[in-house]
């Protein structure tokens, strides 16, 4: 009876941990920060922390109050959002 299987639920956006809780209520506009990239490292500034959903050069972001993100620009003016765990402080 294969015909009758249900798809599968999706999970819940998840939420930060406590660490990545931590670095969210750490950082701040200008702070200089680091982030692994396909290129390797990128280096630049948070701009501003996302607390509701957004679109950055048309991609999605669901960012939220429970799941903040950071909108990041590199040295060379790209922008980025990233959850707090993916950024490091220079």
Same mark, same amino acid.
């Given at each position: 009876?294969? !015909?009758?299987?249900?798809?599968?639920? %999706? /999970? %819940?956006? *998840?939420?930060?941990?406590?660490?990545?809780?931590?670095?969210?209520?750490?950082?701040?506009? !200008?702070?200089?920060? +680091?982030? =692994? +990239? @396909? !290129?390797?490292?990128? @280096?630049?500034?948070?701009?501003? =922390? /996302?607390?509701? %959903?957004?679109?950055?050069?048309? @991609?999605?972001? *669901? #960012? +939220? =109050?429970?799941? %903040?993100?950071? /909108?990041?620009?590199?040295?060379? !003016? =790209?922008? #980025?959002? @990233?959850?707090?765990? #993916?950024?490091?402080?220079?």
């Amino acid at each position: 009876m294969e !015909g009758n299987r249900r798809a599968p639920r %999706p /999970l %819940p956006y *998840a939420t930060c941990n406590e660490d990545e809780q931590d670095m969210a209520k750490g950082l701040k506009a !200008g702070d200089k920060v +680091s982030w =692994k +990239s @396909h !290129g390797g490292e990128a @280096h630049g500034k948070v701009v501003r =922390k /996302l607390e509701k %959903p957004t679109t950055i050069k048309g @991609h999605k972001v *669901a #960012a +939220s =109050k429970d799941n %903040p993100e950071f /909108l990041v620009e590199t040295e060379e !003016g =790209k922008r #980025a959002a @990233h959850k707090p765990g #993916a950024l490091r402080r220079d």
